[in-house]
């Protein structure tokens, strides 16, 4: 994270700005999560076999998944033994270390300037939040001075289409659409194309909702891409899954389906501000390598930000 983006941070923090709404939408996680792990350094157990199984279930129930809460475990015992923690207190310390550990092991660093339009590819399966989060990146990027272009490669759900218009509209920029059952390769074609024509800044495009186990669809997706790769050099620049955080570990099963067939370069985290599971967030960064681009923690255009490892952890168990 470079010195502009600490200060974001800081300043942030100080302002209560994103990462008071953060707080606030991680409220059900931390009451869960943070409030679980309290309960138990803050209870009657020393630090031994009951400790580490009623440490070991509060991960569990926060959806952190049995490979990562494995690894916690494991340092944390590895910090007890080698005199790291000496107390219960140095148990909540070192998990916090831990956790933005896994979070900054693949740091989500933004794409070097390319030439030409940067393509941006969306996927995810129906009710992530997918066409709501482009809407909302089209405004990030719109007010950072860029002109952009998003793409209503739904062309299944006629309702998509009218929704990324209505994003398009709001946010005052262009929406390439057609006609329903178009063939979506031909949608983001036709974006990617006069993106090259105007000389647009950045081209977003949208596509169907699908069951990560649905072939055909996944193919579908794979043309998608071959297709705009033929029009700028390297498009897609960035691959993003958009996964629904309330839905817990199935999350995990579809993006390591998704990353398998597709190769995502980043996640987009969306409905934080209505689960309880948001540890699964760190289960899956951890399998697949793969880093958080965005969070999303509400229905405003300003609740889905840039990812920052440790404001998220920070904001975690804020008291």
């Known amino acids: 994270m470079d010195g502009a983006e600490e200060n974001t941070v800081e300043t942030d923090n100080k302002k209560g700005g994103f990462f008071s709404r953060l707080k606030s939408g991680l409220q059900k996680t931390r009451s869960s999560f943070a409030g679980g792990i309290d309960r138990v350094v803050n209870g009657p157990a020393e630090i031994g076999p009951e400790l580490w199984q009623e440490l070991e279930e509060v991960l569990l129930i926060a959806d952190m998944g049995i490979p990562t809460m494995t690894w916690i475990m494991e340092e944390l015992k590895k910090g007890v033994a080698t005199s790291l923690i000496r107390e219960k207190e140095g148990i909540l310390n070192h998990l916090k270390e831990l956790l933005v550990r896994v979070l900054e092991e693949v740091p989500a660093e933004e794409l070097p300037p390319v030439e030409g339009p940067c393509v941006v590819l969306m996927i995810g399966i129906n009710g992530s939040g997918k066409t709501t989060t482009i809407g909302k990146l089209a405004a990030r990027y719109k007010a950072e001075g860029q002109q952009v272009i998003v793409a209503a490669g739904d062309t299944f759900r006629a309702a998509a289409t009218e929704q990324l218009q209505a994003w398009a509209e709001r946010t005052g920029v262009t929406c390439v659409s057609q006609k329903s059952g178009t063939d979506p390769s031909a949608v983001a074609?036709?974006?990617?194309?006069?993106?090259?024509?105007?000389?647009?800044?950045?081209?977003?495009?949208?596509?169907?909702?699908?069951?990560?186990?649905?072939?055909?669809?996944?193919?579908?997706?794979?043309?998608?891409?071959?297709?705009?790769?033929?029009?700028?050099?390297?498009?897609?620049?960035?691959?993003?899954?958009?996964?629904?955080?309330?839905?817990?570990?199935?999350?995990?099963?579809?993006?390591?389906?998704?990353?398998?067939?597709?190769?995502v370069d980043g996640l987009v985290m969306t409905k934080l501000d209505g689960s309880s599971k948001g540890g699964v967030l760190f289960n899956i960064t951890r399998e697949l390598k793969v880093p958080v681009r965005f969070i999303g923690v509400g229905e405003k255009v300003d609740d889905l930000q840039p990812f920052n490892p440790k404001s998220f952890v920070e904001a975690l168990f804020d008291k």
């Open 189 to 263: 074609y036709d974006a990617v194309q006069s993106a090259v024509t105007r000389n647009a800044d950045r081209v977003i495009v949208d596509t169907a909702g699908r069951l990560q186990t649905n072939k055909n669809l996944m193919e579908e997706l794979k043309k998608i891409k071959r297709v705009i790769g033929k029009v700028v050099a390297g498009a897609p620049h960035e691959t993003l899954l958009v996964l629904d955080a309330s839905i817990g570990q199935n999350s995990l099963s579809q993006a390591r389906l998704f990353h398998d067939t597709l190769n």
